[in-house]
């Protein structure tokens, strides 16, 4: 009869575990005591040194500054996230991870996250000098003194000679000094249109004007009825004026006429009986002495102008006789008046207006 085979049984799990605890590699917890083991005395260095985490975070740091240097800010930007994606443990590296990917976010003009960054650098340092200079870069670049100007003497309270903190205080409060001077003079500009535009409207009432709304095909210039600042009582009004020639559909624009001037004195400027007559008087007719001028008001009144009339003076003519307001209408910040030539035109020129009316 043979003999039965015996074997060999598997030792219990419990054993084979203190197996392992025997070995530094796979050790559950290093001892507190030194010991001659070369193995062991690494991995215990290894735990006092430094951690995983923060060594990985403190490679792409590095990693980081190499590509900033270069001036590969996205690069760098990419690197200093990952490190502080590892977060580790130590906060001044944390810290610096932040101010150094802000230092990043400035250059790619990125200011909210510039200043994301910055807030949790002075959560982790109050007294981050790095993270304050580059908050007061980032307010300073979207236009927000009030908030620079705290952010640098917060810092400035505490390190007192920064010159980064300093010089953004100085651009600030320059800035500031300009902003002021251009709001005086647009508060200035503004102050003297307004009173100017409240003179004219008085000189406007005194004389009869009437402003009638822009018609849509109204005359473009660029000419506006101003008070002569020459005058010392700043009360001679001078107005752009159309001599209208409805004979032949034509006109002409008197950028500035005063109105103390003389008609006569413009009809003789424009139409001397030396000079050759203008391309579309056709028959000569247009000679100073031979026009007649009409001025109509805002009522349809037809008024005769002479030749030693101002046009303050046909202003004043052209008030109303009845309670209804009346004066020569101001249109497209012009005032117009007719000219035709004495005789037959004249005549049928009135007649056909007095028809229309």
């Known amino acids: 009869m043979a003999t039965p085979v015996i074997q060999p049984q598997p030792a219990p799990i419990a054993d084979k575990l203190k197996e392992f605890d025997a070995v530094p590699l796979f050790m559950r917890s290093l001892p507190d005591e030194d010991t001659d083991d070369v193995a062991i005395s690494a991995l215990q260095s290894l735990v006092h040194d430094g951690t995983p985490d923060v060594e990985i975070a403190q490679n792409f740091k590095e990693q980081g500054n190499e590509y900033f240097k270069g001036k590969r800010f996205r690069e760098a930007l990419g690197f200093y ?10 906060p001044h590296l944390t810290e610096a991870l932040l101010c150094n990917r802000a230092a990043c976010n400035l250059e790619l003009q990125n200011y909210g996250s510039v200043l994301r960054d910055c807030s949790k650098a002075l959560v982790l340092n109050a007294k981050s000098s790095k993270a304050y200079y580059r908050s007061a870069v980032a307010l300073l670049a979207l236009d927000r003194l009030d908030d620079v100007f705290d952010v640098c003497d917060r810092c400035l309270s505490y390190d007192s000679e920064n010159v980064g903190i300093r010089s953004i205080r100085d651009k600030a ?13 647009r508060r200035e500009k503004l102050n003297a249109e307004t009173e100017e535009k409240m003179r004219l409207h008085a000189a406007f009432m005194e004389r009869n004007l009437i402003v009638t709304p822009d018609a849509p095909k109204a005359p473009s210039h660029d000419y506006k009825p101003r008070l002569d600042t020459e005058d010392l009582s700043n009360t001679t009004l001078v107005i752009p004026t159309f001599f209208l020639y409805p004979e032949y559909g034509t006109s002409d624009l008197i950028e500035s006429f005063y109105e103390d001037s003389l008609f006569g004195a413009h009809l003789d400027s424009m139409f001397p009986p030396e000079a050759p007559a203008p391309t579309w008087d056709k028959r ?65 020129w009135v007649e056909e207006f007095k028809s229309s009316r």
């Open 284 to 348: 000569g007719d247009y000679v100073s002495q031979q026009l007649v001028v009409y001025a109509i008001t805002s009522t349809k009144r037809l008024l005769k102008v002479g030749r030693q009339m101002t046009l303050k003076d046909v202003f004043l003519a052209s008030k109303g006789r009845g309670p209804e307001r009346d004066g020569l209408e101001v249109k497209a910040g012009c005032v117009s008046f007719v000219i035709v030539p004495k005789g037959d035109v004249e005549r049928k």
């Open 81 to 90: 996230s990952q490190g502080i994606d590892a977060q580790p443990t130590d």
């Open 173 to 185: 409060k320059e800035t500031r000094r300009k902003r002021t001077i251009v709001e005086k003079e």
